[in-house]
């Protein structure tokens, strides 16, 4: 895996601070083959964003989901 600084060369501000929310948050962040920002974390659905978002609002939107995730057993116990 590389390194989130390596993964993210050439991101707009905005994903950078996204993505310095999802670390202090103890997300792991990758970059996908496919030119996407992939957050993974132990126990939790994995969370995808574009790395060049058409919309403004998209790096508050992914902000949004991280800190809506929920581990994997509550969402189990919820359906």
């Known amino acids: 895996m590389t390194t989130p600084a390596h993964a993210l060369r050439g991101a707009n501000k905005n994903l ?15 970059r996908t083959k496919g030119g996407h920002v992939k957050f993974l974390k132990v126990g939790y659905c994995p969370i995808f964003t574009s790395f060049t978002p058409s919309d403004r609002r998209a790096g508050l939107n992914a902000r949004a989901q991280l800190r809506r995730a929920q581990p994997m057993n509550e969402l189990d116990q919820t359906l």
């Open 16 to 30: 950078q601070d996204l993505v310095a929310f999802a670390l202090d948050e103890g997300w792991i962040v990758a």
